[in-house]
């Protein structure tokens, strides 16, 4: 059994060192094997302009890695967070970090709204990363829109979706029922909660952050305003078996010959 | 304005002049320039064998496709029902035909369960169909389950997905509210009532024929037990218009580059 985590923040915009410290101590706060933190979750989201991002942007070895990297080790547990990350371009990034540093990097595919003036849309296709509990993979907020996203992570076999996120349209945590039941997968969607205003741009996010398993059962859902952490025990294996009945397999049962694309 | 219906009936099984002439009873009862009618509307579900379903299939031009033909001229209208059809093979179908006779047919692409063992596989892909009122695309059922087969239809530019049903599990009707999001499309889901029970195998069909819009809207959900028809009028040109705000168009948004498949 794998004890997976949904960490729902609130994070301060532009106080990387704050927002690092309060994700921190939620995660020390509860055991779990696979913490999954918030889109952004570092800096915040609603960004005024480009030249904000580039400064509140970090390399994936920075200081918010290295915060996570230590509190990975203490707690010999996996962590996905959101952060700006700022390499050869900026990027709305999640890090796969263990006790051991670095495991992975996820780059959004789908950008929503104003982050398409900020950042560079992901380069690095959906990939998925072997992880002692299981194969787990990575999409971000928006992708969830994109059945593309879920499917190829399933392709691919991960048993396990990390979805950080901030969500500000209400239909996600619904949605995610239909991705995992789709894909027989779990799905793990870490929010935000809070209000961010800047300029003529207010942001409300949903919280509702939620663990759903590949039958579409919903295991947790936090409420919209709650700042904390849940966790769950699953069986990932439960992800392996794509058989809804002894009749239909899931992913056999796809005829990409008449799909034409 | 177009007015779409949706047709929830209990046929009897086998019994195709009691179960067509009520369905065209239904259409006759109410004006519509869509009426759309469940799966295997014609003969019924839970067939014993593969001889039975032999025996009951039609060709294309059969007794029911005479029947369906007849009630569209006389409402000047156009309707999909499900049938079995015998050509050369056995195809759980969906004709659409219109005043002037057959307009099109689709192949049920992804079998369900039993009907495997019936129904050779759909072998027409996900074809759409130019009316007067819009474009059209025809799913079946347990197409609803595989993401592939609306998004199919979108990237055809289908503006309503017709979806004969013959729904046993619960998930549908709130799936179709993801289908229609994430394709901008209008969707009727026709879907019958009613329980077969043959030797061991019992089935209750859970009724909630619906129509969603591309907002997620239900416009209409029927309940799990009525007999009847439902008709809404709806605004087929927002189906084209794929952008959900100023940046994010949903179909031009696809980057199958990262896809990979």
Tied chains: 1, 2.
């Excluded at 700022?86 to 104003?114: E, T, W």
Aim: hydrophobic fraction near 40%.
């Amino acid at each position: 059994m794998t004890r997976i985590a949904v960490v729902q923040t609130n994070p301060e915009l532009g106080n990387i060192p704050l927002n690092v410290r309060r994700a921190v101590e939620l995660i020390a706060s509860m055991e779990a094997d696979l913490y999954v933190l918030p889109e952004l979750c570092n800096t915040g989201y609603n960004f005024a302009d480009r030249r904000e991002v580039d400064r509140l942007a970090e390399p994936p070895d920075g200081f918010t890695f290295r915060a996570m990297t230590e509190i990975a080790a203490k707690t010999k547990a996996r962590i996905v967070y959101g952060f700006a990350e700022k390499s050869d371009a900026l990027y709305n990034s999640a890090a796969l970090v263990g006790p051991a540093g670095i495991i992975g990097l996820y780059r959004k595919v789908h950008l929503y709204a104003r982050e398409t003036l900020f950042f560079t849309p992901g380069n690095l296709g959906f990939p998925v990363f072997d992880l002692p509990f299981g194969r787990l993979g990575i999409m971000i907020c928006f992708d969830w829109y994109y059945p593309e996203s879920a499917r190829t992570l399933a392709l691919k076999n991960a048993q396990i979706i990390a979805h950080p996120s901030n969500l500000v349209m209400p239909h996600c945590p619904d949605a995610m029922i239909v991705r995992c039941l789709e894909n027989r997968v779990f799905a793990a969607t870490a929010d935000r909660v809070g209000t961010e205003k800047r300029g003529v741009t207010e942001l409300t996010y949903i919280g509702k952050s939620e663990i759903v398993d590949p039958d579409g059962g919903v295991l947790i859902r936090m409420d919209q305003e709650e700042v904390g952490i849940r966790v769950v025990e699953v069986d990932l294996k439960t992800a392996l078996k794509k058989k809804i009945n002894r009749y239909n397999d899931l992913i056999a049962g796809r005829r990409p010959g008449e799909y034409g694309w």
